[in-house]
């Protein structure tokens, strides 16, 4: 059986472009031999950090979560990136190392760059998505349809007629 193409949202979070290592985990990740089909630099709203979230918002940590993901405690900046091929979301995964960065293998990204923080956070410098479901949810809350140069997911053409939009001048 051959895997089928998957997508997986990735963050390097505002730990990981704080401490330099874009390039690090960018030259980790392409041992997956995965394609970067979207990629920017996102200032981290509390809206989009909140609908990021969404599933941890009964944890005791979720306010540091916030905080630390709009970047309060680092550069106040995520890249973003959409991984695209066979099995992407296991493969990204297994590079990235478990949650808790202790307890993340030490070659994983997270086992080698992730820390506790002394307010209980883990600091763990990548978000990867852990299933097709979440992948989708999350790769259409950060990015719009013109940003990714697959057509991954069904689209339509609105009319949107009181948009503002900022343009070069
Ligand atoms: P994941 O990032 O491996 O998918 P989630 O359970 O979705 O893990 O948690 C989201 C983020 O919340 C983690 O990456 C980590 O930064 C933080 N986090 C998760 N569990 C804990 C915890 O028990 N203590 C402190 N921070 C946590
Ligand atoms: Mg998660």
């Known amino acids: 059986m051959t895997e089928k193409d998957e997508q997986s949202l990735v963050l390097i979070k505002p730990d990981g472009l704080k401490k330099s290592l874009t390039g690090n985990i960018l030259t980790r ?11 920017k630099i996102v200032r981290v709203s509390r809206e989009l950090a ?25 550069k106040r900046k995520v890249m973003a990136m959409v991984y695209c091929g066979p099995g992407a979301i296991a493969k990204v995964r297994g590079i990235c190392g478990a949650t808790n960065p202790e307890e993340a ?6 086992g080698a760059y992730g820390r506790i923080t002394t307010k209980g956070v883990y600091e763990n410098a990548i978000h990867t998505s852990v299933s097709a479901e979440e992948a989708e949810r999350e790769i259409k809350l950060w990015f719009e349809p013109e940003e990714i140069i697959l057509d991954i997911y069904p689209t339509k053409e609105a009319k949107l007629q009181s948009l503002k939009k900022r343009v070069w001048a």
């Open 29 to 39: 990740l392409s041992e997956t031999k995965l394609d970067i089909v979207a990629a």
């Open 105 to 110: 293998d030490p070659v994983s990204i997270r």
């Open 50 to 74: 909140e609908k990021h979230y969404c599933h941890m918002k009964e944890k005791p940590f979720y306010e540091e979560l916030i905080k630390y993901i709009m970047g309060e405690y680092h």
